[in-house]
């Protein structure tokens, strides 16, 4: 079958990454007899350097008549990059900010998984770790702290700013059925993270929760304080199946989540609307530090894609093939800088897509 591709390669290590899962997707095409027509789209930096502003109407018309859309990473050094010298809605993070809401992209999924190969990449100890732990985080990606009125302002001689935290029910209704609806194909359990005992934001995400887990009587339902949450995640990783959280939580946690795995830089995420689309991207940022040196890892990206194979297009199959060759490349001892260990073979960023490729069955 035919697939519209939309493909933001963005900025840094973006590129490079967004190649290797590109291979693996053609050789995917081949193997399994699909046709995936790829779409150039601008988006981040590279937007700003072009067209000068990190988001154009074009790159969302693209997106939008793409059936799904790969990305990379976008951003730089803050320090050094003039795209930092700009205003904040004219930088490369409000082009991601500002595509997840032009498309709708309210559910964020970001599986953290621990692979058994990478187990001493992993800073947890052996007793913690047990045989391992597998959660998926669903962040709500369209509202709250993100998308909410701010503003900067001399109030009393003082400089003076505000971020407003505003979700209504409606929003919080439909991440809660995604995330339910995710459990009841996994273990079966909801940990709806929040900060109930002080915020009234949170007080309503709690109330709209248990009413969505009234039509879940088999899935088991906690909640669970943020700052607790955090301390959880190093302290007992197992017991977390779905992870169901606002933005900004969301944002936090799943960073602090895919550490404990060992590697950033093994972890995919789907973004999804309320129809098939979605747009997939690894979940660490661009590296700009390691940008055009071919050390990246690609697998992050080479594992969105699976995502997109499967949530997007069905192609179950297809998305186990690569799934399996991610783990076959790690039994057989390769690895990138970012997750080598003694005794395993260090390879590069187009190296690792090739390898990737030989094992697609
Ligand atoms: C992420 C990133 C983005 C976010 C930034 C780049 C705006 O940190 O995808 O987690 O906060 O959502
Ligand atoms: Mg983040």
């Given at each position: 079958m035919?697939?519209k591709?939309g493909?933001?390669?963005?900025d840094?290590?973006?590129?490079e990454?967004?190649?290797?899962?590109?291979?693996v997707l053609?050789?995917?095409?081949?193997?399994?007899g699909h046709?995936?027509?790829y779409?150039?789209?601008?988006?981040?930096?590279?937007?700003?350097?072009a067209?000068?502003?990190?988001?154009t109407?074009?790159?969302i018309?693209?997106?939008k008549a793409s059936?799904?859309?790969?990305?990379?990473s976008?951003g730089?050094?803050a320090?050094?990059?003039?795209w930092?010298?700009l205003?904040?809605?004219?930088?490369p993070?409000a082009?991601?900010l500002?595509?997840?809401k032009?498309?709708?992209?309210?559910?964020?999924?970001?599986?953290?998984?621990?692979?058994?190969?990478?187990?001493?990449?992993?800073?947890?100890?052996?007793?913690?770790?047990?045989?391992?732990?597998?959660?998926?985080?669903?962040?709500?990606?369209t509202?709250?702290?993100?998308?909410?009125?701010?503003k900067?302002?001399?109030?009393?001689g003082?400089?003076?700013?505000?971020?407003?935290l505003?979700?209504n029910e409606?929003?919080?209704?439909?991440?809660a059925?995604r995330?339910?609806?995710?459990?009841?194909?996994?273990?079966?359990?909801?940990?709806?993270?929040?900060?109930?005992?002080?915020l009234?934001?949170s007080?309503?995400?709690?109330?709209?929760?248990?009413?969505?887990?009234?039509?879940?009587p088999?899935?088991?339902?906690?909640?669970?304080?943020?700052?607790?949450?955090?301390?959880q995640?190093?302290?007992?990783?197992r017991?977390?199946?779905?992870?169901?959280?606002?933005?900004m939580?969301?944002?936090i946690?799943s960073d602090?989540?895919?550490?404990v795995?060992?590697?950033?830089?093994?972890?995919a995420?789907?973004s999804?609307?309320?129809?098939?689309f979605?747009?997939?991207?690894?979940?660490?940022?661009?590296?700009p530090d390691i940008?055009?040196?071919?050390?990246a890892?690609?697998?992050?990206?080479?594992l969105?894609a699976?995502?997109?194979?499967r949530?997007?297009?069905?192609?179950d199959k297809?998305?186990d093939?690569?799934?399996?060759a991610?783990?076959?490349?790690?039994t057989?001892?390769?690895?990138?800088g970012?997750?080598?260990?003694?005794?395993?073979?260090?390879v590069?960023?187009s190296?690792m897509g090739?390898?990737?490729?030989?094992?697609?069955r």
């Amino acid at each position: 079958m035919g697939y519209k591709i939309g493909v933001i390669k963005g900025d840094g290590i973006g590129p490079e990454i967004v190649t290797e899962a590109v291979k693996v997707l053609d050789h995917i095409a081949l193997k399994y007899g699909h046709q995936f027509d790829y779409t150039k789209i601008l988006m981040g930096g590279c937007s700003i350097d072009a067209c000068g502003v990190p988001l154009t109407e074009e790159a969302i018309t693209a997106a939008k008549a793409s059936d799904a859309v790969l990305m990379g990473s976008i951003g730089g050094d803050a320090k050094t990059s003039p795209w930092y010298q700009l205003p904040p809605e004219k930088r490369p993070e409000a082009g991601l900010l500002g595509i997840r809401k032009a498309l709708n992209l309210f559910a964020n999924l970001r599986p953290a998984n621990l692979y058994k190969e990478l187990k001493e990449a992993c800073p947890l100890r052996d007793d913690i770790i047990g045989d391992g732990f597998d959660m998926m985080i669903m962040r709500e990606l369209t509202g709250g702290l993100y998308f909410g009125a701010r503003k900067t302002e001399e109030i009393d001689g003082k400089m003076t700013a505000v971020d407003t935290l505003i979700y209504n029910e409606d929003e919080i209704r439909r991440i809660a059925i995604r995330a339910f609806d995710t459990a009841a194909k996994r273990r079966k359990k909801v940990t709806s993270v929040d900060k109930a005992n002080v915020l009234d934001s949170s007080r309503l995400w709690r109330k709209i929760v248990e009413e969505v887990a009234k039509d879940y009587p088999d899935i088991t339902l906690e909640h669970m304080l943020v700052d607790n949450a955090a301390m959880q995640i190093v302290k007992n990783p197992r017991q977390f199946d779905v992870i169901l959280t606002e933005n900004m939580f969301g944002d936090i946690l799943s960073d602090e989540a895919s550490m404990v795995t060992g590697s950033i830089g093994m972890l995919a995420s789907a973004s999804l609307n309320d129809s098939k689309f979605g747009l997939y991207e690894p979940s660490h940022g661009s590296a700009p530090d390691i940008a055009g040196q071919d050390i990246a890892n690609p697998i992050a990206t080479v594992l969105s894609a699976s995502m997109m194979l499967r949530y997007s297009f069905d192609l179950d199959k297809e998305a186990d093939a690569i799934d399996a060759a991610v783990k076959q490349v790690l039994t057989d001892g390769y690895r990138t800088g970012d997750i080598m260990s003694e005794g395993c073979t260090k390879v590069g960023c187009s190296r690792m897509g090739d390898l990737l490729v030989e094992r697609i069955r």
